[in-house]
T-cell receptor, first 116, second 114 residues
């Protein structure tokens, strides 16, 4: 089974600074998707960014970007110009691209605090 | 276009009672997934359903838990004879047929067992 590891239970960043959240995963598949989800105290699961494994170019969404290293099975999230609203739990997730109806595998999360 | 709707948002049950959690997928979505999130943990897959069919229930506890997605109406996750350890947030996600990317999540149901 696939596993997703987030080795940083907690991180903090000064407002307007940059922070990087780490994620590694284990799979024998070559075609898959990777995601970062944000879960604020309201508990919603909000999609932040997604990456298709066959694409070499790192995904970017405004202040959020990823560093996808397929050979190293690493998928880190960089948040630039951090804002107070970025404070939340961040979950890294893996999903196979083989067939349809595949479940997500989630990491245990990183709690991000933004310091004013 | 309404998102994935889950209700209730909060559910309180006493030990031994039954809990029923409902999920209405996004319009046009025929695939439904249920996940459970224990405190301080990530979401764990429970079951994947299509209309009238359970496709993958490998993450579902063998006893007391069941799920359905009838032809008409929402998907239901049912927990019989609840115990304290069932206290968790239960999330539903949906995706359309042939969608290989992101799933759309509901806001979850927080189940508390007294």
């Amino acid at each position: 089974a696939q596993t997703v590891t987030q080795s940083q239970p907690e991180m903090s960043v000064q407002e307007a600074e940059t922070v990087t959240l780490s994620c590694t995963y284990d799979t024998s598949e070559s075609d898959y998707y990777l995601f970062w989800y944000k879960q604020p105290p309201s508990r919603q699961m909000i999609l932040v960014i997604r990456q298709e494994a066959y694409k070499q170019q790192n995904a970017t969404e405004n202040r959020f970007s990823v560093n996808f290293q397929k050979a190293a099975k690493s998928f880190s999230l960089k948040i630039s110009d951090s804002q107070l609203g970025d404070a939340a739990m961040y979950f890294c997730a893996y999903r196979s691209a083989k067939g349809t109806g595949n479940q997500f595998y989630f990491g245990t999360g990183t709690s991000l605090t933004v310091i004013p | 276009n309404a998102g994935v709707m889950q209700n209730p948002r909060h559910l309180v049950r006493r030990r031994g009672q039954e809990a029923r959690l409902r999920c209405s997928p996004m319009k046009g979505h025929s695939h439904v997934y249920w996940y459970r999130q224990l405190p301080e943990e990530g979401l764990k897959f429970m079951v994947y359903l299509q209309k009238e069919n359970i496709i993958d229930e490998s993450g579902m506890p063998k006893e007391r838990f069941s799920a359905e997605f009838p032809k008409e109406g929402p998907s239901i996750l049912r927990i019989q004879q609840v115990v304290r350890g069932d206290s968790a947030a239960y999330f539903c996600a949906s995706s359309p047929p042939n969608e290989k990317g992101a799933q759309h999540f509901g806001d979850g149901t927080r189940l508390s067992i007294l």
